[in-house]
């Protein structure tokens, strides 16, 4: 009798610890899905700040950058070299795609099929004419995004990474508060609408520095020009980089360019030279890539 009360019990405990297991699992032990968004409650804090001061140098500019704010960072120990105004808000239209890439590159597999559709093309300019109903993989998305910048690639892989527009851009905010981007707001996965999105260059920076640590951002941003395939009746596309620094500056390995009526133009550059990368930010700029080389140029020759 004894021993059949053991067993009994011992089914029990068994049956008891599978429900556990199955409750566990619905409530968030399971990996995150692709689709799902960051509770936030989960969210973790990154142990160090990204981006440290003060700045090395404290050196004026003759004549002074045309951009409204500025910084330059090492990237390996994120140590600011040289800021201006770093903290001051401004829109930084599709330099936000960067942390749209990020969210992408962390929650969505790259080889998913992403389903475009139908508020997809309707997104304003600029477009890479995605129709309603094609079914792409998520990498090429990311090359639309990130080098062509279209809008239409950053909506349609929202919608795919979160279930809707809403959702990711709520993932986009909850992301800026575990990166420690207090200056930083999102409002679009695309940067296309000035109201509400805005950063500041040490965000910029710290988001910069933090994208390059994924061997496939740095692949894609790098990218001057690439040809995929496509369904019929398109057959290919080639992206081209819309960031002129890569031709223009002798190590340039990206990052993002942006531009809008009200944020006017705007970079997170990157370069290496002698094993050293500096991250340079310039938002505003009337001479964009004036102001990142010349920040750059400044750089290598005070850390390198």
Not at 223 to 246: D, G, H, I, M, Q
Not at 267 to 282: D, E, F, K, S, Y
Not at 284 to 299: P, T, V
């Amino acid at each position: 009798m004894r021993s059949l009360d053991l067993a009994a019990v011992s089914l029990f405990l068994l049956a008891a610890l599978v429900v556990l297991s199955f409750r566990l699992l619905a409530n968030g032990a399971a990996p995150l899905r692709p689709s799902a968004p960051l509770a936030a409650a989960s969210i973790v804090h990154e142990a160090r700040p990204l981006v440290t001061g003060p700045p090395l140098s404290g050196r004026r500019f003759d004549p002074p950058l045309a951009g409204k704010t500025a910084i330059l960072v090492e990237a390996s120990t994120g140590r600011v070299v040289w800021v201006l105004r770093p903290h001051l808000r401004l829109p930084v239209a599709s330099t936000t795609k960067i942390m749209t890439a990020m969210l992408v590159l962390r929650h969505l597999p790259l080889d998913r099929i992403v389903g475009v559709g139908p508020t997809v093309p309707r997104v304003p300019l600029v477009r890479e004419g995605l129709r309603a109903g094609e079914r792409v993989p998520a990498w090429k998305l990311l090359y639309g995004l990130l080098l062509y910048s279209g809008n239409d690639d950053a909506l349609a892989l929202a919608i795919a990474t979160s279930g809707s527009r809403l959702a990711f851009i709520s993932l986009m905010n909850e992301e800026a508060r575990r990166l420690g981007l207090h200056d930083s707001h999102f409002a679009s996965p695309s940067g296309v609408i000035d109201d509400g999105n805005y950063s500041s260059a040490w965000d910029l920076a710290a988001l910069g520095r933090y994208a390059l640590r994924d061997v496939r951002f740095r692949r894609i941003v790098r990218t001057r020009r690439t040809e995929v395939s496509w369904a019929a009746p398109t057959y290919s596309k080639v992206y081209v980089n819309k960031n002129r620094l890569l031709t223009l500056y002798p190590g340039a390995i990206g990052i993002k360019t942006g531009w809008t009526t009200l944020a006017g133009r705007c970079i997170v550059a990157a370069a290496t030279r002698r094993g050293v990368t500096l991250i340079a930010v310039v938002l505003d700029s009337s001479r964009l890539y004036n102001d990142a080389a010349r920040l750059l140029n400044f750089g290598f020759a005070s850390v390198g």
